[in-house]
């Protein structure tokens, strides 16, 4: 792994990929990369005008790339369903999903669904969107090797446990139910987004695995990287010393989106990457990728099948053919 870089992806012609969140940032460098290794890349993104223009310009860094440009906002569970079935519609077969897209730190909020807008976002949209669009990578899976699914979380996970009690999830603000805007702590929820990001690959690696289905889960970070993440929050509360500190910390001390976004490709394409890796920086918050530390808690099979049935409910999406 010392040293790996983009110009290490193995070629992907031939292959469909699915990036969420690919208008910018390490989204978008993703989707570059993935293209210009010779893959068709559908960058899925809520902004109709950004995304659009993300594939303009990926286009003209990339003379040539199959890319496309499909409407998905992960708040909105309708919206998710509307992506699959349109990406079914231009495509039979899926080989990578990189579930990138995500929200960080945001003021108490709710999905068009109900749900905490950080958990809704990060983990169900998500959860939905993979399980929506199983047929396609089983279907990719069967004539071909090297079909993935990546997760992308983030070192923050370590900031939020998720707890189960007998009716459901106990934590504040984690599924976002009545009340759960009382003591709302933002980096905590986001912490237990990223969480339930591991949560989910640890348990679909495990039912791949049960199911000998040769799918790949993994999940990634990109440590600390220059990211428009925190941008969200600043756009509904004004600039605050958080963003401030954010921005100051992009410019100094964090690596460029390029490097942030190579633990995400080396988990899509590197050869060998095994059920429920997880990849990030060397060194924790940059370098080139490598097998990351991760809390025990997201190694949980317990919490990984409570987990699986909350979203399950929640969501309204089924992996129903998949064994526990």
Same mark, same amino acid.
């Given at each position: ?141 069967? @004539? ?35 009340? +759960? ?44 990287? +220059?990211?428009?993440?925190? +941008? ?5 509360? @004004? ?32 050869? @060998? ?52």
């Amino acid at each position: 792994m010392p040293g790996w870089n983009a110009r290490n992806i193995p070629a992907q012609s031939g292959r469909t990929a699915v990036v969420t969140g690919a208008n910018s940032g390490i989204g978008y460098v993703t989707a570059r990369e993935l293209a210009r290794s010779g893959a068709s890349v559908v960058l899925a993104c809520r902004s109709a005008a950004r995304g659009r223009a993300a594939v303009v310009r990926l286009r003209a860094e990339v003379p040539g790339a199959e890319a496309e440009f499909l409407p998905l906002d992960l708040a909105d569970l309708s919206c998710v369903r509307e992506f699959a079935t349109a990406f079914g519609r231009r495509h039979p077969s899926l080989d990578l999903l990189v579930n990138n897209a995500g929200v960080m730190a945001l003021p108490f909020g709710r999905t068009a669904d109900g749900f905490e807008t950080q958990f809704g976002v990060n983990h169900l949209g998500h959860f939905a969107l993979t399980g929506l669009l199983l047929p396609r990578l089983r279907a990719a899976a069967a @004539g071909a090797a090297g079909v993935r699914i990546v997760n992308v979380s983030s070192g923050f996970h370590v900031l939020g446990k998720i707890g189960f009690g007998e009716d459901g999830p106990e934590e504040t603000g984690g599924f976002g139910g009545p009340g +759960s805007e009382h003591g709302y702590r933002r980096w905590v929820a986001y912490g237990r987004s990223k969480t339930a990001n591991l949560l989910f690959t640890h348990e679909l690696a495990r039912r791949f695995a049960a199911a000998g289905s040769t799918i790949t889960a993994a999940a990634a970070h990109p440590g600390y990287a +220059s990211s428009n993440l925190h +941008s969200g929050a600043s756009k509904l509360e @004004g600039p605050t010393l958080n963003s401030r500190v954010a921005a100051l910390g992009n410019a100094v001390l964090a690596q460029p989106t390029a490097s942030g976004a190579l633990p995400t490709l080396y988990a899509a394409t590197a050869p @060998g990457v095994a059920q429920d890796a997880f990849i990030g920086p060397r060194f924790g918050w940059r370098g080139a990728p490598a097998p990351s530390w991760r809390a025990g808690w997201t190694l949980d099979d317990t919490a990984g099948e409570r987990l699986w049935a909350a979203s399950e409910k929640l969501t309204g999406v089924s992996y129903a053919t998949l064994p526990r």
